[in-house]
């Protein structure tokens, strides 16, 4: 199946977080499976480009939509499935998402390059794959612009990375998108209070919609957290699955890790304790091997629950009962906290502010415990991260944290992780206590971590379902 993937984000070249990693390692899989993939992505100025020996391929590609001109360049990765679409106007900016007047059209221009460079190529996509608000146009541009030929045999799949960010621009852009007399296709209602989202658009015209894990394809669907759209999802039910995304093994494996001091595996689980003292050591942290360990790694935003962490983990701090490594950036109240704790209780607390791809390799490799205490969680990856190297997961009951981390039961020794249902610190207090309790059995511990490290989250798994997907989209039978 000829596939044309397109992302706003691709790990390694540019990343804020999960999609990249997303968007990287499916095609990746995919085109392990024979799948013919091509992922288009823009030029960032952050994107370094002679680390990544990308190659030009395309000068002056032309587009026209409306009455608006623009021409790009295109550049390939050596990977050959990577493409990216070179318009520095519109990518060289101080970060890869703005608050810009234009941002709306700066993915705009991704959405409609892309589908220009398939002409360029004369390649004719079986699949269009659109991910988030940014790509959220490609389904409505597939039935609005492009309906040449070379189009007419394309589904489209959407996938929902999260809910929260819906690209929700005023009606005014309406002008620039270029949709001529099948301008009637925008949420009329919603255009004449003012106002077009981009994610709103994919979940109308996307052939298939998915989401990253299956209990997010639920919660979406009700109206505690469908975010306004969970009437738009329920009327699609049933376009709509929950796959959960899986993890990248030749970034993320304890066993070959090269950022890690020591590897290890299940049969050497004690050389873990080599990156808990290099991890100590590198952030000032004082201590035994007897006192645990708790990691963090999150963009730190309302989703993630930094709020329902200070007071509890303060309290455990001020008791000596832990020790801390905290790595994030985001909203400026979060940040401010998180430094407040490091400056509270030195030695025993460090927070790095910032982006860090070494440290959050060391943090899941010397941890003790991992922290994901979110209010919701589309699908997450640091907890299958944290499985896959016996780190092992505090986490909310709710996306995909609660479809890959389940609570351990001392009386069976089966569960991966601590498992809280309410979003308050009483809930979060209960499971860092039941943790805590378990910590100093070292047996006990020890089943826990093989438990997680066991449980199979690899992309090879997981892209299946996309595979299967694909087929039944394009009328094959799934082999
Ligand atoms: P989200 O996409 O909502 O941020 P995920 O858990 O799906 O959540 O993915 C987050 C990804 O970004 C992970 O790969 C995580 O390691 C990475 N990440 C987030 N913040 C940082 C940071 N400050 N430094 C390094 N990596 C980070
Ligand atoms: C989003 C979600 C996260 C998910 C990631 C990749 O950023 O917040 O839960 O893992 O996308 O799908």
Redesign the pocket.
């Given at each position: 199946v000829r596939v044309l993937f397109v992302s706003s984000e691709v790990?390694p070249y540019s990343?804020?977080?999960?999609?990249?990693?997303?968007a990287a390692a499916l095609p990746a899989s995919l085109a392990a499976m024979n799948h013919d993939l091509m992922v288009v992505t823009p030029l960032y100025s952050q994107v370094d480009d002679r680390r990544h020996r990308l190659h030009p391929v395309f000068d002056d590609v032309e587009i026209k939509l409306g009455d608006r001109a623009a021409a790009f360049s295109v550049w390939l990765a050596d990977d050959g499935r990577t493409w990216f679409i070179d318009l520095p106007q519109l990518y060289h900016r101080a970060s890869i998402y703005t608050n810009d007047p234009d941002e709306h059209w700066r993915f705009v221009m991704l959405t409609v390059a892309a589908l220009e460079l398939c002409r360029q190529r004369r390649w004719a996509p079986d699949i269009v794959h659109a991910n988030d608000w940014e790509t959220g146009l490609l389904p409505l541009y597939l039935r609005a612009v492009f309906t040449d030929d070379l189009f007419r045999a394309a589904r489209t799949v959407f996938t929902i990375?999260?809910l929260g960010y819906q690209g929700v621009f005023g009606a005014g852009i309406a002008d620039d998108l270029g949709l001529g007399d099948q301008r009637y296709l925008l949420h009329q209602e919603h255009l004449r209070q003012g106002r077009i989202g981009f994610l709103e658009h994919a979940l109308m015209y996307a052939d298939a919609l998915t989401t990253?894990s299956p209990t997010y394809a639920w919660e979406i669907q009700t109206t505690e957290m469908g975010m306004g759209l969970d009437g738009l999802l329920r009327r699609r039910a049933h376009d709509l699955v929950g796959i959960l995304?899986g993890i990248d093994t030749t970034v993320?494996d304890p066993r070959t890790d090269h950022h890690l001091p020591a590897n290890y595996s299940e049969s050497n689980l004690d050389d873990k304790l080599v990156n808990k003292w290099a991890l100590m050591a590198e952030s000032g942290i004082e201590g035994g091997a007897e006192v645990p360990l708790l990691g963090m790694?999150?963009?730190?935003?309302s989703?993630?629950g930094v709020e329902l962490l200070i007071r509890p983990l303060a309290r455990l701090l001020a008791e000596g009962r832990v020790r801390c490594v905290l790595?994030?950036?985001g909203e400026r109240k979060y940040e401010d906290a998180l430094q407040w704790l490091a400056d509270s209780f030195p030695g025993r607390a460090a927070y790095?502010?910032?982006?860090?791809?070494q440290?959050?390799h060391l943090i899941?490799g010397g941890a003790d415990m991992f922290l994901?205490p979110?209010q919701y969680?589309?699908?997450?990856?640091?907890?299958m991260?944290s499985l896959a190297y016996g780190t092992v997961p505090v986490v909310r009951r709710t996306g995909?944290l609660a479809d890959t981390v389940t609570h351990y039961d001392p009386a069976t020794g089966e569960g991966t992780g601590f498992v809280f249902q309410h979003y308050n610190e009483e809930g979060l207090t209960w499971a860092l206590e039941e943790a805590l309790a378990v910590f100093p059995d070292r047996k006990a511990w020890r089943r826990l971590q093989l438990n997680g490290m066991a449980q199979d989250n690899s992309w090879q798994r997981r892209a299946g379902e996309y595979d299967e997907l694909y087929r039944r989209l394009v009328g094959e039978e799934p082999s």
């Open positions: 790990s990343k804020t977080g999960g999609l990249a990693d997303v990375h999260n990253v995304n993320w790694i999150s963009r730190l935003v989703q993630k790595l994030g950036s790095r502010r910032g982006y860090d791809e440290l959050a899941e994901m979110s969680e589309p699908c997450g990856l640091n907890q991260y995909g």
